[in-house]
């Protein structure tokens, strides 16, 4: 493909970027391994991560792409390895982890608006934090009876040690709302795609992906 059909293809495309949880997960709260929690306050970490996306993302549109769903980090402090960290009961998130990822979240929503004064740029961004909070608060709501612990794991919470090959499963994972240590399972993916896709404002700002392709 030539540089002139590459650009058009880019404009047309649309990309979906989900970062930020693993700095946080593999790095931030290693305190034992990594130094930055040490280096960094909740605050500075988030900005850091920050200033590094948006260069990333200003790279991104030089090469052509025009569309983009910057997802935000979903509360980690509910996931099964978290909660398995014993810094809260079983039943309970830990709180600070969830209230360190404000700074990311909301400083993202803003670099949406600075983004999108690029000449024909569409930035959205997607509300994962609140989007996942409201399953695990209201499950029974979207199908779910288990949101403490993970369909595949060992130890506390199942999210000890995470899932591994010759595991075995639950059986029934469309009622848990994560599949391992980390990660949500199908079904609640198969909600935060809709939600990103045609919901309101609050799920995915300024506008939501259906809205965006209906640009050429």
């Known amino acids: 493909m030539g540089g002139g059909n590459l650009s058009n293809f880019l404009g047309k ?3 979906v970027l989900v970062f930020g949880s693993n700095d946080y997960i593999n790095n931030y709260l290693m305190p034992a391994i990594y130094s930055s929690s040490y280096n960094y306050s909740p605050p500075q970490f988030a900005n850091l991560l920050l ?34 960290s014993g ?3 079983p039943d309970r998130c830990v709180d600070y982890v969830n209230e360190m990822l404000g700074t990311f ?27 996942v909070g409201d399953i695990l608060n209201n499950p029974a ?3 779910f009876n288990v949101v403490d612990r993970g369909c595949c794991g060992i130890g506390r919470n199942q999210g000890q040690i995470t899932c591994l ?18 990660h949500p399972t199908q079904s609640v993916n198969n909600i935060l795609a809709r939600r990103a896709f045609s919901g309101p404002p609050r799920d995915c700002y300024p506008i939501n992906v259906q809205q965006m392709t209906l640009f050429s």
């Not at 990333?56 to 099964?80: T, W």
């Not at 949406?112 to 997607?126: C, E, K, T």
């Not at 010759?166 to 009622?175: E, K, Y």
């Open 141 to 143: 709501t979207y199908g």
């Open 51 to 84: 200033n590094n996306y948006a260069r990333q993302l200003v790279a991104l549109y030089g090469l052509g792409l025009r569309k983009f769903l910057l997802a935000g980090i979903g509360p980690l402090g509910c996931i099964p390895n978290q909660r398995a």
């Open 105 to 131: 979240n909301e400083g993202l929503h803003s670099l949406v608006d600075q983004l999108n004064r690029q000449p024909g740029a569409m930035y959205a961004f997607g509300n994962t934090y609140a989007a």
């Open 87 to 89: 810094q809260s009961p």
């Open 13 to 15: 495309s649309m990309a």
């Open 165 to 182: 090959p010759f595991a075995i499963p639950c059986t029934n994972r469309n009622v848990f709302v994560f599949w391992d240590a980390f």
